[in-house]
């Protein structure tokens, strides 16, 4: 406020504006802070536009592999012992929560966010994150509907990679990455289609005779 010649609540209302976009994180009766791991860009006007535009899941699988290959061969490249020890708790997570679509999913998003943040590179780090918020909204209604052998691929690909991060085989990497997201790409189409099977095999609902 001092140093910027201006008075409290504008200090206050700047401070929540930078909350809201992330670049600050506020907590109750401590304070004001700058998260750790990237930046995390507001990923509501991709969202909003997502429904103005009506991105397809292709679309979105195609970017993730635009941002996503690159990121895990510079993370076989750059991964430190703690990237490595972030991504391999997720990879065990996922292994663990196989019961538990819903809860792969996140782990499944968490995974791919820690190789981003093993690229060292803040932007591409922040831009992946953007697009996984994105796709995870756009994942969640049909998660339920994965199958356990669609499961336990995707787990073993996620070690796959993981394992050859841990490598510092950049190119191994990468060409895993790819495979694994175009299996996934296959495996969401095949989710979406069991669920408008499932909508159109339900019965319709009488009607209800209106009173004269």
């Known amino acids: 406020m001092t140093q910027l010649g201006v008075s409290r609540p504008t200090v206050r209302a700047a401070l929540r504006a930078l909350a809201a976009m992330g670049v600050v994180e506020a ?9 750790g791991g990237p930046p995390k860009l507001d990923s509501q006007p991709l969202s909003f536009l997502a429904a103005l535009h009506g991105f397809t899941r292709d679309e979105m699988f195609e970017t993730r592999r635009v941002l996503e290959v690159s990121a ?3 993370a076989a490249e750059r991964a430190t012992g703690h990237d490595l020890a972030a991504i391999a708790e997720e990879v065990a997570s996922l292994f663990a929560s196989m019961e538990d679509p819903q809860l792969f999913l996140v782990h499944d998003m968490q995974f791919h966010r820690a190789v981003a943040v093993a690229s060292r590179n803040p932007i591409l780090a922040s831009l992946i994150e953007m697009v996984s918020a994105l796709f995870f909204e756009h ?3 049909t998660a339920a ?3 356990d052998r669609n499961l336990r691929d995707a787990a073993d690909m996620h070690q796959r990679i993981y394992r050859a991060i841990r490598q510092h ?5 990468r060409t895993l990455m790819d495979d694994h997201l175009r299996q996934a790409a296959m495996h969401h ?3 979406a289609q069991d669920a408008v099977r499932a909508v159109s095999a339900r019965p319709a609902e009488p009607r209800r005779r209106r009173n004269a």
Do not use: K, L, N, V
């Open 169 to 173: 085989d950049a190119q191994q990497a």
């Open 27 to 35: 907590r109750h009766g401590s304070g004001t802070y700058i998260p």
């Open 139 to 141: 994942r969640r209604p």
């Open 145 to 147: 509907r994965a199958t």
């Open 72 to 74: 895990a061969g510079m």
């Open 189 to 191: 189409a095949e989710e």
